[in-house]
């Protein structure tokens, strides 16, 4: 159970544009089954990834 503080309020940097925007990104299982096979899209590893590391590096504070 959640309670009562979600969803999270939008931080001060949200505008309000973004406010409401959630992007869920999960690890999957990558099970040998076919029908498991079949609802993969991606495979993340070896060096690739959803957010690129020279992507990171270039805009890291």
Same mark, same amino acid.
């Given at each position: 159970?959640? /309670? =009562?503080?979600?969803?999270?309020?939008?931080?001060?940097?949200?505008?309000? =544009?973004? *406010?409401?925007?959630?992007?869920?990104?999960?690890?999957?299982?990558?099970?040998?089954?076919?029908?498991?096979?079949?609802?993969?899209?991606?495979?993340?590893?070896? /060096?690739? *990834?959803?957010?690129?590391?020279?992507?990171?590096?270039?805009?890291? /504070?």
């Amino acid at each position: 159970m959640r /309670g =009562s503080h979600w969803p999270p309020a939008p931080t001060p940097t949200a505008t309000p =544009s973004t *406010a409401y925007f959630q992007l869920i990104v999960s690890d999957h299982a990558n099970l040998p089954d076919q029908w498991d096979q079949d609802c993969v899209r991606y495979n993340w590893r070896n /060096g690739e *990834a959803l957010i690129p590391q020279d992507w990171i590096d270039e805009h890291a /504070g």
